[in-house]
């Protein structure tokens, strides 16, 4: 059994360290969220996905504002939200990283909608959504999506992100 001293936030000597050293703690689903403008493709690794509500079927993704998505992601924007497979660490990688958009979506195999917004053909699902609320909030905007349809495929099999690695993978 371990015993920590429990400060006020106030009083940490390194709050964002202190942040960063416990949410490492908590294990997320991986997700890469796309969209499109201009016949451009753009998308991003998240985590920090969850649903909000099932009346009207609703999603949150929170968005760094230095990311390329980030712009493109106004009111009424349709976007995917691809809940990937535990096998597709390449691709979580390759849109987590510092490729160019065309060069992310070299990896797996994609497909345009109706809405011409790019979705991950064998991702667990695809959640596909309207931009129906943005919030500003420190350095991201939470980006509420309304979900109009989904699509799923295989058994449920996420691919698992916690303390800076994938669960399950080396």
């Known amino acids: 059994m371990t015993t920590a001293e ?5 009083a940490a000597p390194d709050l964002v360290a202190a942040f960063k050293n416990a949410m490492r703690r908590l294990a997320a689903s991986v997700t890469v969220v796309t969209t499109s403008k201009d016949k451009e493709r753009f998308g991003i690794t998240a985590t920090a996905v969850t649903s909000v509500t099932t009346q009207p079927p ?15 992601l106004q009111l009424g924007t349709p976007f995917c939200v691809n809940l990937l497979h535990h096998q597709h660490v390449d691709i979580s990688n390759a849109f987590g990283g510092f490729l160019k958009c065309d060069d992310k979506f070299a990896f797996g195999s994609w497909q345009d909608n109706e809405h011409s917004v790019p979705f991950l ?9 309207t931009v129906d609320g943005l919030f500003d909030y420190g350095t991201h905007t939470i980006v509420i999506g309304k979900v109009e349809s989904i699509l799923t495929t295989g058994d449920v099999a996420p691919l698992i992100y916690q303390n800076g690695g994938y669960l399950g993978h080396g």
């Open 6 to 10: 429990t400060l006020p936030a106030s």
């Open 58 to 72: 609703a999603v949150l993704v929170c968005v760094n504002r230095t990311t390329s998505v980030h712009s493109i």
């Open 121 to 129: 053909v064998d991702a667990q699902a695809n959640l596909f959504c």
